[in-house]
């Protein structure tokens, strides 16, 4: 049986080229149970594998896509049979094995989890790793204390795809959502999602002058990273607690330890990547129910696997808005 997928290969030259090819089902990667997948999306990580420096593939032939949803077809696995609906996120899937952007998938079965009663496939891949990631993020705070009452939240990156769905799940648990961008198109965006005040992403990504500032935000969920996370820190209220997931600010943090010392600021690393599973079905599940499905679809920028090479260049710089759902059979 041949299915097109979106491949990318490298040249002689070492340079990679992506486009839509038709394959045969005996060249999938092993695994232990085959989906036919219904949708992907399109992530930061995405836009590197896909562009032409090839990013973070290893290995050639290779298909992107960090998520997907579809259904069972084939299982040795004694928890999933076919025609069960199922969702990926995390592995390395896209990366270092062959991921969503593909009609066939064959991954291990420990790597999926069903597909969370209330929500469609494409709803699903409109949240995708980005949601499930935000989600963590939020659960991490609450976990460490956060409530309404405490005072904002900011969110940097806001208008981005973790972004985007952490100030939608906030808004409807009730939380006072800053939101942070730099992109004044976006203020009404953001402000649909739930959003009470944009914040100038200038405001917030100067030199860390002093180490503490004004006690501002009762929590944070920052996907950014570098100098803005620094910055952020010495804003946080006392005991307050930020959730970092991402990194295209830059690795570096060019803060100090007084924020850690003399405010007792948290600072909780979320990583999606390999959550256990217990973890990642209660994301799901609160995903399910706690994020408002209208805000969620005002989010949806569709695709098909032919947009995608120009797609994963925007991204890149910074010019895609919202969730990128991947309808791979359209």
Known sequence: ?????????????????????????????????????????????????????????????HVPGIDFAGTVDESSDQWYKPGDKVVLTGWRVGEVWWGGYAQKACVKGEWLVPLPDGLTMRDAMAIGTAGFTAMLA???????????????????????????????????????????????????????LGASTIVPRDDVNETVKRPLEAETWAGCIDAVGGPMLARVLGQMKYGASVAAVGLAGGANLPA???????????????????????????????????????????MIHPATLSDLPQLGADILKGQVKGRVVVDVNG
């Open 1 to 61: 049986m041949t299915f097109k997928a979106l491949l990318v290969e490298k040249d002689e030259e070492g340079k990679t080229h992506a486009s839509v090819k038709d394959l045969e089902d005996n060249q999938l990667p092993d695994g232990n149970v085959t989906v036919s997948v219904d949708y992907s999306t399109l992530n930061y990580k995405d836009g590197l594998c896909v562009g032409p420096g090839g990013g973070l593939v290893k290995t050639y032939p």
């Open 138 to 192: 939020v659960m991490a705070l609450e976990d460490h204390g956060l409530k309404p009452e405490n005072g904002p939240v900011l969110v940097t990156g806001a208008a981005g795809g973790v972004g985007s769905v952490a100030t939608a799940i906030l808004s409807k648990l009730g939380y006072e959502v800053a939101a942070v961008t730099g992109r004044e198109s976006t203020w009404e965006y953001l402000k649909a």
């Open 256 to 298: 100090t330890v007084i924020p850690f010392l003399l405010r007792g600021v948290n600072l909780l690393g979320i990583d999606s990547v390999m959550k256990p599973y217990d973890d990642r079905v209660r994301a799901w599940n609160r995903l399910a129910t706690d994020l408002p499905l209208d805000k969620l679809h005002d």
